[in-house]
């Protein structure tokens, strides 16, 4: 019987790039990492917000994959020797690596309607043939690829698998077509993305429910920072949202875990508007900081219910940014003056902060936070932890029992969503040189500053 997905996303039907299902490196030996649901890591703060069901959830799927499995680990039996070992902890390395094992057949899944498709891969919602689930899967485009099994995949799955956290998407397991040309990412299935969301409500969040979603956004945040990885593609389009008030942190395709120190990495990263001025001005390392300005363009998004930062180009982005926050100085931004691009343009001397007309109505610790996430110094920026601690989230209004969230009609399982104009996030394997960020946009004038020659 030939496979019903043998066909998802038609027009990238040669996903296979010409090879056969012994090609493409790590591809060919049908040996794909799966995580046991039970093996894998759960962020320190995993419990965070676990009282809202989502624990529960994940843990009704264990059995799926742990039965049967000859990675599993065995229970160990009751013995004299265990109950030495019981005297003296035994010390276990933690199960941070997913145990190896083949993947089942997406043919385990009956696809219902494609939801959208982006920059990465396409992604539809299916039916669990065995339990009736309905869960959402994502196909990875791979046909661009010449060098084996795509790095970009690899991150994805590997960050999805090990960042576990009832606000960032679950990831059930991984499978494929009968062929091997088609690599699909299982996950919980969520009715909405905040951006098409927002997009047809009338009216913005209430600020008891901006309250909710942001502490909802900066605990994922945190725990991913706490657990070396960055996100690097935060926006609203990213974050996924069911009918009971729950965001969830989704596409990992440019995430990647760090170390210290930093070597240089690729500065291609973050969608434009929601892309942090280091990067912008051409920084080679950058840390978790990116991600809390990204976090800042969210937050302003979900106050105003529209792009804090929509910029035409990055000449055009880094003018919105000053006109907001006013041109940094090497007082404001120690450091500044030394970034790439710092050099090679010369800035109008906008004055400060524009943030109180751009928020009327957001009240000062409101305010306070929005400045400390939006804050150029990325040293000084404000981490996730410390946001968590804010006392915006204390003060009133108190943020709002994501039970009592009104529910919206979902898109997502009805037609195929329209493809809004957004930027999308630049592809991680282009990796550019320094200084190459103004190429292809010869036109473009930014209000306030031009190019030095
Ligand atoms: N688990 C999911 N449940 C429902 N919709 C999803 C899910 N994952 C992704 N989507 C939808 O698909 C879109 C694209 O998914 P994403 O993982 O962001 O892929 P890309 O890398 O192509 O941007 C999202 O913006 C969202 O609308
Ligand atoms: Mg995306």
Same mark, same amino acid.
């Given at each position: ?12 039907? $040669? ?5 056969? #299902? ?11 990492? /799966? ?29 799926? %994959? ?12 009751? $013995?004299?020797?265990?109950? %030495?070992?019981?005297?003296? @902890? ?47 899967? !994502?196909?990875?485009?791979? /046909? ?59 009216? @913005? ?5 901006? !309250?909710?979603?942001?502490? /909802?956004?900066? $605990? ?97 982005? &880094? ?8 041109? #940094? ?11 790439? &691009?710092?050099?090679? %343009? ?31 110094? @990325? ?17 009133? #209004?108190? +943020?709002?029992? +994501?039970?009592?969230?009104? $529910? ?17 996030? #630049? ?13 292809? /946009? ?12």
């Amino acid at each position: 019987m030939k496979s019903r997905w043998a066909d998802a996303g038609d027009s990238d039907a $040669s996903d296979d790039g010409g090879r056969g #299902p012994q090609g493409g490196g790590a591809r060919g030996d049908r040996a794909k990492a /799966q995580a046991p649901r039970s093996k894998r890591r759960r962020g320190p703060s995993a419990d965070a917000g676990a009282s809202d069901g989502t624990a529960s959830d994940q843990a009704a799927h264990m059995g799926d %994959v742990r039965d049967g499995s000859p990675a599993g680990t065995p229970e160990p039996a009751a $013995s004299a020797a265990t109950a %030495v070992a019981a005297a003296q @902890p035994v010390q276990r390395p933690p199960p941070l690596v997913p145990f190896i094992r083949p993947c089942r057949s997406v043919d385990n899944y009956e696809k219902l309607n494609r939801i959208e498709e982006g920059s990465y891969g396409i992604v539809y919602r299916a039916r669990d043939r065995a339990t009736g689930e309905i869960v959402a899967l !994502k196909k990875l485009k791979l /046909q661009n690829e010449t060098n084996g099994f795509p790095v970009t995949t690899l991150r994805e799955i590997h960050t999805l698998l090990m960042a576990k956290h009832p606000h960032i998407v679950d990831v059930r397991e991984i499978v494929v077509t009968p062929s091997l040309s088609g690599i699909f990412i299982v996950m919980e299935y969520l009715d909405h993305d905040l951006k098409s969301l927002m997009e047809d409500m009338p009216s @913005p969040f209430l600020l008891s429910e901006i !309250k909710t979603l942001m502490h /909802q956004l900066l $605990s994922a945040v945190a725990s991913l920072h706490r657990n070396w990885i960055i996100h690097r593609d935060l926006k609203t389009s990213n974050l996924l949202m069911n009918n009971r008030g729950r965001i969830k942190v989704a596409d990992f395709g440019l995430a990647r875990r760090y170390g210290s120190p930093l070597g240089p990495i690729t500065q291609l990263v973050v969608t434009l508007w929601y892309r942090a001025p280091e990067l912008l001005l051409g920084a080679t390392t950058y840390t978790t900081a990116i991600d809390m300005w990204s976090v800042g363009c969210i937050f302003g998004e979900l106050v105003n219910k529209e792009p804090l930062l929509p910029g035409r180009g990055e000449l055009d982005q &880094l003018s919105r940014i000053f006109k907001l926050l006013g041109t #940094p100085s090497e007082a404001t931004w120690p450091g500044f003056m030394d970034l790439p &691009l710092a050099k090679t %343009v010369h800035f109008k001397q906008l004055p400060a902060n524009n943030l109180r007309t751009t928020f009327p109505y957001l009240p000062e610790d409101g305010l306070d936070l929005m400045a400390k996430l939006l804050t150029y110094d @990325p040293q000084q920026r404000i981490t996730a932890e410390e946001a968590l601690r804010h006392p915006f989230f204390t003060n009133n #209004p108190l +943020p709002k029992n +994501p039970d009592l969230f009104p $529910s919206f009609p979902s898109k997502a399982a009805g037609e195929r969503r329209h493809k809004i104009p957004v930027p999308e996030a #630049p592809h991680a394997h282009q990796d550019l040189p320094a200084g190459s960020l103004f190429d292809n /946009q010869p036109a473009e004038n930014g209000a306030g500053f031009r190019l030095r020659v």
